[in-house]
């Protein structure tokens, strides 16, 4: 059974730091990329950042660009949002997801919620003026 499991969320000034991580178990995603959503209360989940399969390639929606960083460790089953200069904004349950049907390109970064298989339970980051 695949479970990804999100980690970091908090409680955090504007202009804080915070780093959330996500442990895969189940099955290995060193071949699928896979990348971070958030929902905040009565908006849809979006997209935030996304890593192509070998850590390569990354998007990021235009919110967070230069302020957000994706990571990934395949050797660990992982993938990290570094997260800088939060904003009130930012505020919403954030969710790890994973890719795995289909073949995937060193290029291919998904931002579409149906291109991901699996997703996480969240974590609740909270941001306050």
């Known amino acids: 059974q695949v479970h990804l499991v999100e980690s970091g969320g908090g409680l955090v000034q504007a202009g804080d730091s915070l780093r959330l991580s996500c442990a895969a178990s189940?099955?290995?995603?060193?071949?699928?990329?896979m990348g971070w959503f958030r929902q905040a209360p009565g908006k849809e989940r979006e997209f935030v950042a996304a890593v192509s399969w070998n850590g390569g390639n990354t998007d990021y929606v235009g919110s967070v660009k230069g302020r957000f960083t994706i990571s990934r460790d395949n050797a660990k089953n992982t993938v990290s949002l570094q997260m800088n200069s939060l904003k009130p904004e930012d505020t919403a349950v954030y969710y790890c997801?994973?890719?795995?049907?289909?073949?995937?390109?060193?290029?291919?970064?998904?931002?579409?919620?149906?291109?991901?298989?699996?997703w996480g339970q969240g974590t609740q980051v909270t941001v306050f003026s």
């Open positions: 997801a994973a890719t795995w049907r289909g073949r995937w390109s060193a290029q291919d970064v998904p931002v579409k919620t149906y291109e991901y298989a699996y």
């Open positions: 189940g099955r290995t995603f060193s071949s699928y990329p």
